[in-house]
């Protein structure tokens, strides 16, 4: 008998995925509570086929909690009452410019993510990532029931950076800040 069970809650994002709030390289404590890795994924409304994967992935997920889903109550909440990871940035983040025509998904782990390129070499050097740049991400999908809050929540497995993009933040690179000489009195 083949062990070949797909996990119907995993998704691979589409290379189109930007990523914002790139916190990959140390864990970070968001409200006091438990220091973990995380990324915002912008994902372009036009990328179709990554959304659909993550709406099928979602409603698995929803599927395979409901025992959790339902805790101590007579019934499961129905998947539209609950809050999922799929957010819609025009909706969302109307006055952020990298979130218009996009919706997002804030993922996060407790372990490390593993970072490659496109040609799947092991990322080290931290400035490779940064908010802008775009990739593919690795994320499954799970129910939760946690002090009173119930709903999908989105994990993070693994990332894939494919190419560069304009830093996102409003934060010059230091080759565009240096790169005319206009001071003319630097030494005067």
Known sequence: MSNNTVNQTKVITGVNTRWSYANIWEAKSINGGTPKFSVSLIIPKSDTKTIAKVQAAIKVAYEE??????????????????????RDGDIERPDDEA?????????????????????????????????????????????????????????????????DGEPLGGKANAETDFASDDDNDFLA
């Open 65 to 86: 909690g409901q025992s959790k889903l339902k805790g101590n109550g007579k019934s499961v909440p129905a998947l539209k009452t609950l809050k999922t990871p799929l």
């Open 99 to 163: 979130y218009q025509e996009a919706y997002f998904i804030n993922a996060n782990s407790s372990t490390q993510p593993g970072v490659v390129d496109a040609s799947l070499n092991e990322i080290i050097t931290r400035s490779e990532i940064y908010s802008g740049v775009y990739g593919r991400a690795s994320i499954n999908f799970y129910a939760f029931n946690s002090n009173g809050n119930k709903g999908i929540a989105c994990g993070l497995n693994n990332l894939q950076k494919i190419k």
